[in-house]
T-cell receptor, first 117, second 112 residues
Framework: GAVVSQHPSRVICKSGTSVKIECRSL??????MFWYRQFPKQSLMLMAT?????????EQGVEKDKFLINHASLTLSTLTVTSAHPEDSSFYIC????FGGGDYEQYFGPGTRLTVT | KQEVTQIPAALSVPEGENLVLNCSFT??????LQWFRQDPGKGLTSLLL?????REQTSGRLNASLDKSSGRSTLYIAASQPGDSATYLC???????????FGAGTRLAVHP
């Protein structure tokens, strides 16, 4: 199957700083990438959908000025958490949409654990 | 609005048992349904994907069924092993969209 990487896998930052998370599709071109967050023992909640070269579409309730998404190429999308606060601490997972095995699927990265102190 | 529910929320069984995990969704207009496995602190591993036109998919000891009209899917795990311990997530892809909507998951513990 298709491979998606995320970097960093873990990050600790101080309140008020910004953090950037990268999501890369390693062996296919992803026209669409998705960003999810997951709180402990809860499911994945879609934050936004990004298409290469255009603005991201945010889900209801997600602050687009706080969670900046850039999808500059077919293999890279970035999520920047601006002015992070402790309540932003969460597990962030990206996925890349593609036709790796035939039909369209989302291929998930390993996730990034963000802790804001 | 599509909602996905998984029952039970948690399950603890002895090794060797056959298991059934349930997933239900409110809107039958789906493109496909997918079952994932998530180990603690890790990303998602896709287990089975069932297209809306299909009734079931099988992979090894796993079998997933789909009844789109009633909004239900089941994941059957045969002869469970301690290595099967993980959280199992069900997700539907609504018709006309590329995004996935996830259930809250079933946390499975298989003890020796």
């Amino acid at each position: 199957g298709a491979v998606v990487s995320q970097h960093p896998s873990r990050v600790i930052c101080k309140s008020g700083t910004s953090v950037k998370i990268e999501c890369r599709s390693l062996d296919f071109q992803a026209t669409t990438m998705f960003w999810y967050r997951q709180f402990p023992k809860q499911s994945l909640m879609l934050m936004a959908t990004s298409n290469e070269g255009s603005k991201a579409t945010y889900e209801q309730g997600v602050e687009k000025d706080k969670f900046l998404i850039n999808h500059a190429s077919l293999t890279l999308s970035t999520l920047t958490v601006t002015s992070a606060h402790p309540e932003d601490s969460s597990f962030y997972i990206c996925s890349a949409g593609g036709f790796g095995g035939g039909d369209y699927e989302q291929y998930f990265g390993p996730g990034t654990r963000l802790t804001v102190t | 609005k599509q909602e996905v529910t998984q029952i039970p929320a948690a399950l603890s069984v002895p090794e060797g048992e056959n298991l059934v995990l349930n997933c239900s969704f409110t809107d039958s207009a789906i493109y496909n349904l997918q079952w994932f496995r998530q180990d603690p602190g890790k990303g998602l591993t896709s287990l089975l994907l069932i297209q809306s036109s299909q009734r079931e998919q099988t992979s090894g000891r796993l079998n997933a069924s789909l009844d789109k009209s009633s909004g239900r899917s089941t994941l059957y795990i045969a002869a469970s092993q301690p290595g099967d311990s993980a959280t199992y997530l069900c997700a539907v892809r609504p018709g006309g969209y590329n995004k996935l909507i996830f259930g809250a998951g079933t946390r499975l513990a298989v003890h020796p």
